[in-house]
């Protein structure tokens, strides 16, 4: 019995007893912070995560986040075309100027251009300790420096000063005290941030890494951020470097701009653009399908199941902005559809994003954040501030030529061409130009509030719009988490 | 009840017969047996110690037995009663009253490791027989296990067949780790896995006893995992003696118990017609209310089919087109028996249960084999095999209809619509312009819709026992549990959320999961003189391996293929997820005279699931107890039968803090790179090093007191339970760059009282015997990250509708308050604030009112407060049981009392979309002449005033009381039954859930769409009810 006994015993210990790591269980499925940004493909999936950022839906998530409600909806361009309900009550707040701290579109702007910045902080704190090719090292850090500017650049404007994380924080706590920095503060992290890329960021973008920043993207940023400062020399210096490069040009026909047909090589207009792709593979976009008429499904729609979400409607003041003959109109939206019975029913919907003969929230059309327009007519509005009004003027009616479907680069005046406008008159075309040519883009808030228009132009249509509104609420959730952060004039 | 001290007598008896030595005197005495009402009591067997000399009275409780011994004592046993040993002395005659064993102190409770008899116990332990349970024909031992153990609250959320329960030992200690408590079956801890719910792999029938262990002295022996309490489940196993073959069949039906009265196809079309104007008024501001659809809004035009009201008649009833008259039925064929050294119980069932809504169904086919051997005097060896399969049709019954929840289409359907057309298609609503919504015709989802579920199960263990000296044992266990299952959901083209096309989508899971257990333990007893020792040291390891591979396919051409192969499988993942636990543990028993108990316990647990920096944990715990009655004084007092008082105090542990969750982890953040699909990898969670269990320390006082020859027995128990260190998901600041964190904080206490009573209240011929039990508990947060932390709860997506908070219990609800219905466009002007700002300035005559909490003089968010609890004041069960001879019948009732429901099945359905019910048609506001009940408002779509928004209008008082079982039982005498050749007849009849009281308004009280999620309970979202049921039964033994 005694032999038994050991049996049982031994049994025991086999099973059990002499293996020091039956506690040490690591996670088979799933990566751990723990073993990874060690080679350089660990920073190239920790790079394109980041990139991922602007899919957040605190940036423009599937086409339906933060940024197309407060960059948009907000204005006099679109609304929200759905039913009141209790639940979409966030959702009509916004273009009722009726602003509640707790609103979700606020947190989740905060969040993810956060998100964004760690995920930027978490590369650049640990790149330089790994040794791996120099190029592809200067590369994935330019990136990173390129992306945490432009989440930085979005926050400051739309919240103000915001607190400066330039490491990864891995303390829960880590941020519980910050404080707000200075504008000035975060403006110098966002050049110097942009000044880095710039220099380091590859010249030409193969198709391959189509979706990637080149320095021209980040010059076209700088000349944005400099504009933004009203510091007009720089930002006109740093965009003729864009178009002096002489990669970039207008699409000839605007629509092709948003084509889901148009291939990123002859696409010459592009600078960087939230990229999309059907085949349910997690990366569609709905900014057609959640864009159609609330509800609704018709064959006209061109799209397999599902319904309409009546978001980013136009108003009727913007469709009514157009002029004859621009042929924008017909490429940004669609003023009635018809019922599968036949019957025709009013209602406005944007179309630019238009892509038939996919199921819903899985288009392929990619979303611009900056496009060669852009470039002109901010290089435009930088030499008109200057004082440059004829050169000004020259650049402004390309956009305006293109529109209007006339030779961009005839020496003689168009039909289309602007003339004779005093500097007042300047600005309001700039405005409106820049209202026709990026509408649904989520520019309008931004341009309005850089120029200090967005308190006249909203009051004139009717909004409750009040002065605090030219910056958003610090949201709720982080006031109660950090209350040193003191919320906005206002609110 | 246990058949422990009945075996026990026979293993002694056994025994004694066989070691009988000298014959001496003979002599013939005759007796008779009776019950304490002195009731004759037949075939009770009677023999002679130490001798072979044996027998067995007669109906009228007479015997006659012959004696060979000098000092011949007697040994009565009887099943249901104590045996009892006489010695006879002088008499040629004697007289012998039996005590029923159920009132005995020497029951054998099973506790952690090992068995205690209840006069032992010094901690909070409550039995209960298996054949309690086996009355109630349901799927899970824990659905019949409602109402009858104190502190033990069983809420069946679901009553789809297998549908899942909420069990809570003494109140929720647990913000985020769960509150289930520990199940143990045979010894072994299972793990919570499965499809549905796990405890439906057992077959009821197959259980000897369950016992549930309350305070920290029983459940600190589990240390890591005892903070929720211990559900021990004991399955039979074979005795000696005569082979048993048993049949047990029962059959029978079920039907839903109530249907909600709702409005017909013309009162549906006035409500919508009516909504419709309202909401155009409402929102266009030069609206009238006879323009036409032409030049409205969409979501305000009358569909020309409902433009008028009175001629749609009563319509379509979809309620009686869901629900159906189900059958259900069970078979179980068992055999036990053996010799002392060879022990089988061997049993198979099958189980068939078809749900009251079409197409849904479990079945499970089950089998165990429990086999125990004595290899020598010294070793014995025995094992557990019981593997058991099941299916499950399965459907999204409670759901919002846009997720084709069947019961939520059901009632929001219009009545207009027919369920077939006159061609055999599906009535339907397509969506239009005019606004309607996707709901779906719910007879066609059930059709339609596929959600199958498969598991098989094995619970396996194999034990030896060695006595190296007759008072040292050593034991060592070995067993696994192994459970495969798999689901697959399939939704056709045909059931798209706009109809008339869609795309079909199918998807599919197969989840393998071995949990295995090894367990050594010694123990060790001793007597000496008045000191009584029992103790047990062990050391025990644990793995679970949870291995599951899920995919999802689309673009399906067509419907011909219903699973993953027809379409292109455009999505799949594997999730491995392992744990380990490694223990010592110990216990001390030790009692002096019988009279003074004492029990201490020592745990030391470690865990992959703990951070790196914590990985041990210590888990000790006391109790004392004091027979009282033991004490000469008491003697004196001889209608006290037994008196004991109890203490206990220890710390325990909850480890279901999940895998892994201490270890900072990357999650895909895939982009579109050189357009294609490139992997992208971010952070998602900080490390925690220092993350561990959330502790428990309780503090349990306890009384037994038995009176009146133990007529009356009664136990109560007040105990005080804080739970810490909890699991706890913090919100962080945004600019961590991630949004929560995983830390251990927090406080929440559970106070509560326990009481169960149980009387004989008749004993002759007519015997009457009543249990109740009732448990009051009080639970409160005492502490979270930050004093005015909230965590707001919510179930199916309906927004945030509880709280959990400081100083309140965990998951109240919260919302706006309703303070009535504006009756008129003046009482809304008026309803200003000092400042004279109108608080509401969109609202109408009709409209909701709301509190302005923080009195600022606009009413948003801000103005939520707590407007009642989901946690009753007191639950309670009562049974009764009264016979006459062959004839038996039980009535067994629960019930809560205190608490609220959520009724959000109708809440969007006052928008001229949905159907309602017609209370709501009736009470609703309609003019000042006709106000309505006050709650209801008016009917309107998209009314500016946003009378949906979540508030006190849909709380209700969910108290309850549920008959919940009626059962009539008819025994063959034993005479009868032996001229027909068999041990044993008994008939049967049950209804179950005959009666409901309650002033719900929904179909059930209990059911709720929260299933276990305690931060957001008693949600009623289109649950699916629990079944009345009417069963008969037949159990044969030969």
Known sequence: ??????????????????????????????????????????????????????????????????????????????????????????????????????????????????????????????????????????????????????????????????????????????????????????????????????????????????????????????????????????????????????????????????????????????????????????????LYSSWLPFNVNVPEFGITGGLGGGINRPTADLVSAYENGDLRKAASVATSYKTAQGSTVNERYAIKFRQTGVIPNDSDVDFPIFRYADVILMYAEALHENGNLTEALRYLNMVRRRAFGFSITAALPQQSDLSGLNAAAFRLAMEKERRLEFAFESHRWFDLVRTGRLLEVMTAKGYPIKPHHVLYPVPQRELELNPGLGQNAGY | MSCYPVFRTFVLFSFLVVVSANVIAQKTLSGKVTGEARQALAGVTITEKGTANAAVSKDDGSFSIRLTSSSPILVLTNVGFAPREVAVGNQNEISITLTEESQQLNDVVVVGYGTRTKKELTGAISSVSGKDIQQVPVSGLDQALQGKVSGLQISSTSGAPGGNTNILIRGIGSISGGNEPLFVIDGFPVANAGVGNPLNTINPNDIESIDVLKDASATAIYGSRGSNGVIIITTRRGKAGKARLELDAYSGVQQVAKKIEMMNAAEYAQFVVDGRNN????????????????????????????????????????????????????????????????????????????????????????????????????????????????????????????????????????????????????????????????????????????????????????????????????????????????????????????????????????????????????????????????????????????????????????????????????????????????????????????????????????????????????????????????????KSIPFVSDLKIRASYGLTGNNNIGNYRAIGQLSDANYVIGDALTPGLVRSSFSNDQLGWESMKQMDFGIDLSLLNYRVSFTADYYEKRNTDMLFVISVPGATGLTSAVVNLGKVQNRGVELAVTTRNLVGDFK?????????????????????????????????????????????????????????????????????????????????????????????????????????????????????????????????????????????????????????????????????????????????????????????DGSYLRIRTVTLNYTLSNSLSQKILMQGLRLYATATNPFTFTKFNGYDPEVSNSGDNILASRVDFGSYPNARSFIMGVNLSF
């Open chain 2, 279 to 634: 909401g155009y008024l409402d929102n266009v501001p030069n609206g009238r209310i006879t323009d036409p659809g032409s030049l409205r809004p969409a979501s305000y035009r009358i569909p020309a089919e409902l433009q008028d009201p009175t001629a749609l008649g009563e319509g379509t009833d979809w309620q009686d087109a869901i629900f159906r008259n189900a059958p259900i039925s069970n078979y179980q064929l068992s055999a036990s028996g053996g010799s002392e050294n060879f022990k089988y119980a061997l049993s198979g069932g099958y189980f068939h249960q078809q749900g009251i809504i079409l197409n849904t169904n479990l079945k499970r086919y089950s089998f165990r084999a429990n086999l125990d051997g004595k290899v020598s005097e010294r070793l014995s060896v025995g094992a557990s095999l019981a593997p058991s399969y099941i299916t499950q049709k399965n459907l999204p019954v409670a759901e919002h209809y846009g997720s084709f929840g069947i019961i939520q289409s059901a009632l929001s359907m219009a009545p207009n619509i027919p369920v077939y057309r006159a061609d055999g298609s599906y009535g339907s609503l397509i969506p239009t312009p005019e606004g309607y919504t996707n709901i779906q015709n719910p007879v066609k989802i059930a059709n339609e819709y596929k959600n199958p579920l498969a598991q098989f199960r094995m619970l396996a263990n194999a034990y030896a026992e060695y006595s190296i000296i007759p008072s040292l044992k050593f034991r060592t266990t070995v067993g696994a549990d192994v459970n495969y299952y798999k689901t697959q959901i399939w939704i056709p083209s045909t059931l798209s959320a706009s109809a008339p096309v869609g795309l079909a989508s199918a998807s599919a899971s197969q989840t393998e999961n071995i949990n295995w257990l090894t367990e050594n333990t010694l123990t060790y007893k001793r007597s000496v003189k008045q000191h009584t020792f029992d103790l047990l040291g062990g050391f025990t390891a644990q793995k679970a391996i949870n291995d599951g591979i899920s995919a999802g396919a689309a673009n399906f051409p067509d419907n011909l293929v219903e699973n993953i192969n027809g379409g292109t499988v455009n999505s799949g993942s594997q999730n491995i997820q392992e744990y380990t636990i490694l223990s010592w543990l110990s216990r001390v028993n030790y009692s002096f005279n019988d009279k003074y108990l004492f029990t201490g316990t020592l745990r030391r647990d470690g865990s992959s699931r703990f951070g790196a920096n914590n990985r041990w944990g210590t888990f000790p715990s006391a109790s004392v107890g004091w027979r009282i009655s033991e004490e000469p004084f008491m």
């Open chain 1, 1 to 286: 019995m005694k032999i038994t006994f050991a049996i049982f015993t031994l049994l025991s210990v086999l099973l059990t007893g002499c293996r020091k790591d039956f506690l040490e269980v690591i996670p088979v499925t799933e990566r751990t912070v723990g073993n990874f940004y060690k080679t350089p493909e660990d920073f190239n999936n920790a790079v394109v995560g980041t990139y991922a950022t602007l899919k957040h839906p605190g940036l423009y998530g599937n086409g339906t986040g933060s940024l197309i409600w407060l960059g948009e909806t907000v204005t006099d361009n679109t609304d929200y075309g759905s039913t009141r309900q209790p639940v979409n009550i966030s959702s009509f707040e916004i273009e009722d100027f009726n602003f509640s701290l707790s609103n979700s579109y606020f947190s989740s702007a905060w969040v993810g251009h956060y998100a964004g910045i760690a995920r930027a902080n978490a590369i650049l704190d640990r790149i330089n300790s790994i040794e791996f090719d120099a190029t592809l090292k200067s590369q994935y850090e330019a990136e990173a420096h390129f992306l945490r500017s432009m989440f930085y650049f979005n926050l400051v404007r739309l919240f103000g000063n915001v607190p400066l994380v330039r490491i990864e924080i891995n303390n829960p706590n880590g941020a519980s005290n910050l404080s707000r920095n200075p504008l000035a503060e975060v403006y110098a992290l966002i050049e110097s941030d942009l000044k880095i890329a710039e220099a380091k960021l590859p010249d030409v973008i193969s198709a391959a890494n189509a979706g990637r920043a080149s320095k021209w993207t980040a010059k076209a940023l700088l000349g944005k951020v400099y504009l933004t400062l009203k510091q007009f020399d720089k930002s006109a210096l740093k965009l003729k470097e864009i178009i002096d490069v002489n990669r970039f040009s207008l699409m000839p026909n605007y629509a092709d701009v948003f084509a889901a047909s148009t291939s990123f090589a002859n696409n010459k207009e592009v600078l960087i653009a939230v990229q999309y792709k059907s085949g349910q593979i997690g990366q569609g976009s709905s």
């Open chain 2, 768 to 956: 009457w015997n009543t249990n109740f039990n009732i448990t009051f508990n009080r639970n409160k947060v005492l502490a979270m990250s930050t004093e005015g932390e909230k965590i707001f709860g919510s179930t199916g997506g309906r927004g945030n509708t509880h709280v959990t908070q400081v100083g309140y219990p965990v998951g109240v609800f919260y919302g706006r308050r309703q303070l009535g219905i504006f009756q008129t466009a003046k009482e809304v002007t008026d309803y200003a604030n000092a400042a004279g700002t109108i608080l509401q300035p969109f609202a109408k005559a009709g409209d909701v009112k709301w509190k302005d909490v923080d009195g600022n003089g606009v009413i948003n968010d801000n103005d939520r407060e707590v407007l009642g609890s989901p946690h009753p004041d007191y639950f309670f069960g009562f049974s009764n049981t009264f016979s006459y001879r062959n004839i038996s019948l039980d009535i067994t009732a629960n019930g809560m009392v205190g608490h609220q429901i959520y009724d959000a099945t109708f809440m969007i359905n006052n928008s001229g979309v949905q159907n309602n019910t017609k209370y709501v048609y009736d009470n609703r506001f309609i003019s000042p002449e006709r106000p309505g009940d006050g709650r209801y408002g008016r009917s309107i779509r998209g009314g500016r005033n946003s009378n949906t928004i979540y508030s006190s209008q849909y709380l209700f």
